[in-house]
């Protein structure tokens, strides 16, 4: 016999069941080619839902791939290319997942928590399509189609983690577990107290609300890195408020071998001398050949905009750009050290590290025993 | 020749456009082949997804359930009958008539207000023209936008998250808790 409130929870249910649909479990593909280092053992939809927003499809994936190594040599990266259409921006997406161990035959999870977008109405097939961008190996090679450029990414995560890691192991064994303790947490209070920026990147199209009359020219300041292969020359920027445009800046190759890519850092100063890391911007596309001793331009067309989380936007007094990572055209990249980075400037500016960030995690969570341990394995 | 964009068959597919607008597609589709399967595809999909959406709920039978309420109606009627039950020509009883419509009212509401909310779709908010690109520390995570279309990714409920923009990417890094690895994710722009 149905009660009047059993009638309610009945709309109820086929209300909220109608709003929230979770998607069939054919939902997500996941394409490895027949030689790939990695077999998948499961992947599912997992609690992964859709909404339809206008003439769109939402998808909030949460799930997880459960992957094999299949090859003889132990991984220490994996990146995934995650689809859901190619054309519309926030279509396309990736997961990466730098700094592991996995020895041959071991089996690894990997998370996939992502918000796409695409169109509501394009025929029968999956949601979206998982496929393997690249598998770092210990000895540094690697394997993939590299759409994303997984190969440079994962190999500097990997020359930073081994960095991280050596720095770590010889305060160990020179000045003893308190030492590296003391290290480790002043590497989670780096972590977690470093000032934080929202940042907003708008490229084309009319965007700013930079007025000319409140516009001026701001030369760049550089922090300089001694064993650096690339040195700043020269470097401007328009600013207004909490707007800078246009930065651009100009490099010299001061080592003996060929750059195809860069990466150049910026860091704003407020009113208040607060200093923060802005952003990065690629130097070189699929051409760029700086020889010995050229000199190359990095310039971004767009414009950024800085804030406070929740807060008010950031006046920009002054900027200030550093060389972050190089490629050469060998293939081989280059790093800023641990003793550049002992330059509290520099130091305060750079992200740390995402083995940094791991290991401080791991004493957080288990303790100094654990962190050691850890730091045996490699 | 040239074809329309997807959003716009979607659109006319949906008939969400004006009618000028509607012609317009209209004599396009007359000539242009690809269009055509494009946006019937699309009117076959959004039909489907209107099926879908007025399905009843799984476990739900109405026939099942009518029967049993007319049952239940009958079942009380003849008991009234039987005890010898005539409803009191007194003041109390026009006092709660109003009771029944006064509980039902709620409950109609609440089913407009679903099926509206079902119905409506939030369009995606255009905030500028050009590529942008969002990396924020507040919970509006990351996100990237193309002349006003893009979508933005909520923060990842964990401590000491990164973020980043770069080139036409936003990138998020963080420590998962369930495995303990880093995860780094982007959305691309293009």
């Known amino acids: ?378 | 020749m040239t074809h329309l964009a997807e959003s716009t068959l979607a659109l006319y597919a949906g008939k969400e456009l004006s009618v000028v607008s509607r012609f317009r597609i209209a004599l396009h589709l007359r000539r242009c082949g690809r269009c055509r399967r494009h946006a019937e595809e699309m009117r076959r999909t959004s039909r489907w997804m209107h099926a879908q959406r007025n399905e009843t709920p799984a476990g739900v039978h109405w026939d099942e359930m009518a029967a049993e309420m007319t049952a239940n109606i009958r079942l009380g009627l003849a008991a009234g009958r039987c005890v010898g039950f005539q409803p009191a020509e007194t003041d109390s009883a026009p006092r709660f008539a109003w009771l029944s419509p006064a509980l039902a009212l709620p409950v109609l509401v609440l089913v407009i207000a679903g099926w509206i909310l079902q119905s409506w779709h939030p369009p995606l908010q255009p905030v500028h023209s050009g590529l942008v690109l969002q990396a924020s520390y507040s919970d509006s995570g990351i996100g990237v936008e193309k002349d006003g279309r893009g979508l933005s990714m909520p923060s990842p409920h964990t401590q000491n998250v990164v973020y980043s923009v770069q080139g036409s990417a936003a990138g998020v890094r963080y420590v998962d808790a369930e495995s303990g690895q880093v995860t780094i994710s982007h959305v691309y722009a293009q």
């Open chain 1, 1 to 378: 016999m149905f009660t009047r409130s059993r009638w309610i929870a009945l709309a109820l249910g086929g209300v909220l069941t109608a709003w929230a649909q979770e998607a069939p479990p054919s939902s997500l593909k996941v394409n490895l080619p027949a030689d790939s280092p990695v077999g998948l053992v499961s992947a599912g939809w997992g609690e992964s839902r859709t909404e339809a927003r206008g003439g769109a499809l939402v998808l909030d994936l949460h799930t997880a791939l459960v992957l094999r190594n299949v090859s003889q040599q132990h991984i220490r990266g994996v990146s995934l290319l995650v689809l859901a259409q190619e054309v519309t921006p926030g279509g396309k997406a990736s997961v990466a997942v730098p700094s592991l161990d996995v020895r041959p035959n071991e089996t690894f999870p990997i998370r996939i928590d992502l918000r796409l977008l695409r169109p509501l109405l394009t025929g029968a097939g999956p949601y979206a399509e998982v496929s393997l961008d690249g598998v770092l190996f210990d000895n540094l090679s690697f394997y993939g189609p590299d759409r994303l450029s997984s190969r440079r990414s994962m190999t500097v995560w990997e020359l930073e983690a081994r960095r991280d890691r050596r720095y770590f192991k010889s305060v160990l064994e020179a000045r003893g577990p308190a030492a590296l303790q003391q290290e480790i947490i002043d590497a989670f209070a780096r972590i977690s107290e470093r000032p934080r920026l929202d940042v907003q990147v708008i490229r084309g199209g009319r965007a700013t609300a930079m007025a000319s009359s409140q516009e001026r020219e701001c030369r760049l300041a550089f922090l300089q890195i001694p064993d650096s292969p690339l040195e700043p020359v020269s470097g401007l920027a328009r600013v207004a408020g909490a707007e800078a445009r246009a930065p651009s800046i100009e490099v010299r190759n001061r080592s003996s071998r060929a750059i195809r890519y860069f990466e150049i850092g910026w860091v704003i100063r407020d009113r208040q001398g607060h200093e923060y890391l802005a952003g990065s911007s690629p130097g070189g596309d699929s051409g760029l050949r700086l020889a010995p001793g050229a000199t190359g331009r990095v310039s971004e067309d767009g414009a950024f905009k800085f804030s406070r989380p929740n807060g008010p936007q950031v006046a920009i007094e002054g900027m200030t750009a550093f060389v972050s990572q190089v490629e050469f055209a060998d293939g081989a990249v280059w790093i800023p050290t641990r003793a550049a980075m002992d330059d509290p400037r520099l130091r305060s500016a750079l992200a740390p590290s995402p083995e940094e960030q791991r290991l401080a995690d791991v004493y957080r969570r288990r303790g100094l025993t654990a962190l050691i341990n850890e730091l045996k394995k490699f």
